[in-house]
Structures are given as C-alpha cells and as structure tokens.
C-alpha cells in the first residue's frame, strides 16, 4: 500500500490546459477524495458534461455562470455550488477566475 500525502505545497503541481483559457491542476487526492484547482480566463468555458462522482466547488476568485441540470444562477468569489452525481453542468466565467472542486470518490481520469 502506498503512503497517504497528507500535505500540498502551493506548486507542487503542474497546470494541464483543457481548453483555451482553461487550465486545471490536481492539488491532492486520495481514492475517496480530490482537490483540483481550475483556472479559467474571461469568457473561458467549462464545457456541459456529467460525472458519477459528487461535487462541491468554491469560487476561490471572479464570477461564473454556472448550470446545474438545467438551473443556472451567477456565483461570485466566495460562493460555492454542488453538483449531485450524474446531473449535466457547465460553467462560463464572466471575468477571470478560479475554481476549487472536491470530487468523491476522487477523479482516476485526472491523474
């Protein structure tokens, strides 16, 4: 059995670009649990998608528009949303911003 990080330094990770303007970055995860930091300039999109994993999100900087099954609502800095297992989301960020999402159990196609 491997041993368990239990800290994360502030870069001790790389950035992945998914798209343009998009960038994505795994701070630390175990098998039930992933932090990952989203980076996303203005007008940048995190495309609908749906994931069997539970997830809460936190605008960590800017503001998005953010749909969750079909509701939509603008969260700003300091807000957060959830997205229930297997309901369709997307975000669209309305200035420059930053995201951070916990997954349950933790995301295996980030890694």
Not at 12 to 27: D, I, K, Q
Not at 39 to 56: E, L, N, T, Y
Not at 67 to 95: D, M, N, R
């Amino acid at each position: 059995m491997t041993e368990q990080k239990l800290f994360a330094q502030p870069d001790a990770s790389e950035w992945t670009e998914l798209a343009p303007g998009n960038t994505r970055r795994v701070l630390i995860h175990t098998r039930e649990l992933m932090q990952v930091e989203f980076g996303f300039d203005k007008g940048a999109v995190g495309a609908p998608h749906s994931h069997p994993h539970i997830q809460v999100s936190y605008v960590a900087e800017g503001r998005f528009e953010v749909t969750i099954g079909g509701a939509t609502e603008v969260v700003g800095q300091g807000g957060s949303f959830i997205v229930p297992s297997g309901l369709v989301h997307s975000v669209v960020a309305l200035e420059k911003g930053r995201l951070i999402d916990v997954f349950t159990p933790m995301r295996q196609d980030f890694v």
